[in-house]
């Protein structure tokens, strides 16, 4: 095994380390590698280790890179603030969608999804932290964004995803990714199933409390330059 792949197996074994501490089925967590600054090179290098999702912030950014490792096949997720003119670009590059926010940008995704595609698999951002300066949908807010989705038949909603303001500890931690499991309980029977939280700071905390998809960057790639 390549050097460069030892990050990428080191992350693994900590996730099925923390499903079978916390109880939870194994496989039932999967890694998003968070390859926003990475050049394609770095990202061919985990793809050679068997990472298949990769996820994204900018879309400008992310285009010549998803552009470059086409022949991979791999599944990009966009998981940046979503600017309503860069609707068009995300519904035809990426197979997810974690940072919905507003019926508007759904809606345009919606309509701007190539037939030949698949529905775009999406989340809904919470704003779980309650920061002002965050983006996200409020808790109370989201039963009405969730219904506006009925409308949307390009779009297949698949649950919620948060980035929780840094805690001072691991009880911290897993107190704001339980209050997002708590918002998905009412969703269950609706057939949402995912809960995209966790990143290098606090994966394990989020699959203590339920986290299907974890978004990790540095603890893969090493710091952002
Ligand atoms: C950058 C980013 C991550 C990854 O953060 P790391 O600390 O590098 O693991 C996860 N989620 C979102 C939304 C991000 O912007």
């Known amino acids: 095994m390549p050097a460069i792949c030892q990050p990428l197996q080191e992350i693994e074994r900590r996730i099925r380390a923390a499903e079978r501490r916390f109880g939870r089925e194994e496989g039932s967590v999967k890694l998003v590698a ?14 050679d280790g068997g990472q298949h999702a990769f996820g994204e912030n ?7 890179k998803i552009e470059a490792l086409a022949s991979r096949g791999l599944d990009w997720h966009f998981i940046g603030h979503i600017q309503a003119n860069k609707t068009l670009a995300i519904a035809t590059n990426f197979a997810w969608v974690h940072t919905i ?14 037939r030949e595609l698949a529905p775009l698999d999406c989340c809904i951002e919470v704003n779980i932290s309650n920061e002002a300066s965050k983006s996200g949908v409020s808790l109370a ?7 506006g989705f009925r409308e949307l038949p390009r779009l297949r909603l698949r649950g919620l995803m948060s980035l929780p303001a840094p805690a001072a500890d691991f009880a911290a931690q897993r107190a704001a990714f339980r209050a997002l499991f708590a918002a ?36 893969l790639f090493g710091p952002r330059g």
């Open 141 to 147: 807010a989201l039963p009405e964004l969730v219904a």
């Open 58 to 64: 900018y879309v400008q950014e992310a285009l010549p």
């Open 184 to 219: 998905m309980e009412p969703l269950r029977e609706r057939g949402l199933d995912t809960l995209s939280m966790g990143t290098s700071a606090d994966f394990e905390a989020a699959i203590a409390e339920g986290a299907t998809l974890v978004r990790i960057g540095t603890a």
């Open 101 to 114: 926010d507003r019926l508007k940008v759904a809606a345009r995704l919606n309509a701007q999804r190539p």
């Open 34 to 47: 968070v390859s926003k600054t990475q050049p394609p090179a770095a990202i061919a290098a985990v793809a």
